[in-house]
């Protein structure tokens, strides 16, 4: 089955400084990769997610790439804000399917400081 | 407002008390899903739903049990409760494959 791996398990910046948080999928027929964002008590959400016909996707601050060859996926967060400080996991999925089965990563502790 | 209600949020219990955590999602969606967090391990996958009277299991289903009677409401059902089953767990329904899950606000769970 698929196997999901994230690194850092823990990333300090400083406010205004670029995070980039890496990770990895094994399954090659995996096709859609979303990122969430936890806040400290909160329940996970949907921060931005990309296909594996999309090789790169931007929403503001945040950016998401894809190396399917490599089988790896990024989250990039420019201009660090303290409230971006949260937990962050990837995921992976194969669409095609018939099950809904998600596969998350370990998650990734971002604290930005002022 | 869209949402995935479950209940209750914090729960303590003691082992081999049959409990029960309800889920109930307004979106009118067709998958269903129960993930536990622990820390170090992310959010591991306990059982799925695509539809009504269809449920799989996930990655750690053992000593978990779900059920599917009407769309909206997918509970979690826990028969005999073990203190390794303590953990927080989440909800989470999708519309359709190609969107990620809406959580819920998740159930603190702790078995003495």
């Known amino acids: 089955g698929e196997n999901v791996e994230q690194h850092p398990s823990t990333l300090s910046v400083q406010e205004g400084d670029s995070a980039v948080i890496k990770c990895t999928y094994s399954d090659s027929a995996s096709n859609y990769f979303p990122w969430y964002k936890q806040e400290l008590g909160k329940r996970p959400q949907l921060i931005i997610d990309?296909?594996?016909?999309?090789g790169e996707k931007k929403d503001q601050r945040i950016a998401v790439t894809l190396n399917k060859t490599a089988k790896h996926f990024s989250l990039h967060i420019t201009e660090t804000q303290p409230e971006d400080s949260a937990v962050y996991f990837c995921?992976?999925?194969?669409?095609?399917?018939?099950?809904?089965?998600?596969?998350f990563g370990t998650g990734t502790r971002l604290l930005v400081s002022p | 407002e869209a949402q995935v209600t479950q209940n209750p949020r914090y729960l303590i219990t003691v082992t081999g008390k049959k409990l029960t955590v309800t889920c109930s999602q307004n979106?009118?969606?067709?998958?269903m899903s129960w993930y536990r967090q622990d820390p170090g391990l992310g959010l591991r996958q306990i059982y799925y739903s695509m539809n009504v009277e269809v449920t799989d299991k996930g990655d750690v289903p053992e000593g978990y049990k779900v059920s599917r009677k009407e769309k909206r409401n997918f509970p979690l059902i826990l028969e005999s409760p073990s203190p390794n089953q303590t953990s927080l767990y989440f909800c989470?329904?999708?519309?359709?494959?190609?969107?990620?899950?809406?959580f819920g606000s998740g159930t603190r769970l702790t078995v003495v």
């Open positions: 995921a992976a999925r194969d669409l095609n399917t018939g099950f809904q089965k998600l596969v």
């Open positions: 979106m009118n969606h067709e998958y």
């Open positions: 990309i296909r594996s016909n999309v």
């Open positions: 989470a329904s999708s519309s359709t494959r190609g969107h990620g899950y809406t």
